[in-house]
Every structure is written in C-alpha cells, then in structure tokens.
Nanobody, 129 residues
C-alpha cells in the first residue's frame, strides 16, 4: 500500500522560507508523479507543483513560480518543496499526492485532483505579516 507522509510545515514570517518533505513508501513503480497541493480556509484545494520521478520534469502554478522549488531524492524516497519569499496568501494546508504510475497529460495534473491516486494527510504552513 502506498503511503505519503508530509512534514516540515510551521509558522514563518512573510519573506521567510520553509522546506516541506513528502516521504513515499510502498511504491515500486519506475515512473510516477509526486505533486504538492494546498488548501486555504474556505478555498478549493489547488495544485502547486509536481515532479515526474523518471525524467525529473517539473511544473509549477503561476502563483509560486520563481519562489517555490520541487525536487526529489530517490534514494530517500522523498520529494521536497522549498518555499521561499513566503507571503501571507501562501498560508494553507499543504498536501502531497502521487500518481502511480505516471500516465496523465502533464498539462492537467495541477488542474485535476481526480487524476491523483494517493494523498497524504497534509502539513500546515502559516505565514504571518
């Protein structure tokens, strides 16, 4: 059974940084996508970024381009999301998700939550002004 566990959330001042981690277990696929989504209070869950573990290709939502960086360490079965230049509107619960195996049109992955097969429980990121 695939399991995703997020960590690294917390409280940070605007302009600060955090690194989120997503530990993936139970996955034997050669190629899959790991994504990050976030959900702010009263808002829909939105796609932030994803990485394809086979070729390392990445994608970002426009709202985080240039500020967030996704990366993976296959030896540690962990995907990271580096959050820089944080703003108060980045406050949300951040979830990692997995598409196993990798199969969907990459243009759709950040737009359609239904394409993702597994989800973690989330980690809270709070950015204060």
């Amino acid at each position: 059974e695939v399991k995703l566990v997020e960590s690294g959330g917390g409280l940070v001042q605007a302009g600060g940084s955090l690194t989120l981690s997503c530990l993936v277990s139970g996955d034997n696929a050669d190629d899959h996508a790991i994504g990050w989504f976030r959900q702010a209070p009263g808002k829909e869950r939105e796609g932030v970024s994803f990485i394809s573990t086979n070729d390392g290709s990445t994608a970002y939502a426009d709202s985080v381009k240039g500020r967030f960086t996704i990366s993976s360490d296959r030896a540690k079965n962990t995907v990271y999301l580096q959050l820089n230049s944080l703003r108060t509107d980045d406050t949300a619960v951040y979830y990692c998700a997995a598409e196993i195996p990798r199969r969907s049109d990459p243009a759709l992955l950040l737009r359609l939550r239904v394409l993702w097969d597994y989800w973690g429980q989330g980690t809270q990121v709070t950015v204060s002004s």
